[in-house]
């Protein structure tokens, strides 16, 4: 059973920076491709960005030049650094395992 405990999120100013971290245990991480996705109140669950097992990264156009996504393998983890947030990223943001198995979330807020 797949695994997955996000943390870093919390409060922030605008324009100020944030990096989260997601610990993932169980799966074969390093074949998988793992994602961050957020979900804002009253919102349905969007992508925010994706790392594939080559390394092959997409993102949202949101957040294309200020969001980057990244991998360890060798310790099972995948990471989001979000630099000049926007009040409008505020979300729960979750990280996802092969596009199936999710962790619980962790809330970014981000005040004006």
């Known amino acids: 059973q797949v695994q997955l405990v996000e943390s870093g999120g919390g409060l922030v100013q605008a324009g100020g920076s944030l990096g989260l971290s997601c610990a993932a245990s169980?799966?074969?991480?390093?074949?998988?491709?793992m994602a961050w996705y957020r979900q804002a109140p009253g919102q349905q669950r969007e992508l925010v960005a994706g790392?594939?097992?080559?390394?092959?990264?997409n993102y949202a156009e949101s957040v294309k030049g200020r969001f980057t996504i990244s991998r360890d393998n060798g310790k099972n983890m995948v990471f989001l650094q979000m630099n000049s947030l926007k009040p409008e990223d505020t979300a729960v943001y979750y990280c996802?395992?092969?596009?199936?198995?999710w962790g619980k979330g962790t809330l970014v807020t981000v005040s004006s």
């Open positions: 996802n395992f092969g596009g199936t198995y």
């Open positions: 790392i594939t097992s080559d390394n092959f990264a």
């Open positions: 169980g799966g074969i991480f390093r074949f998988n491709t």
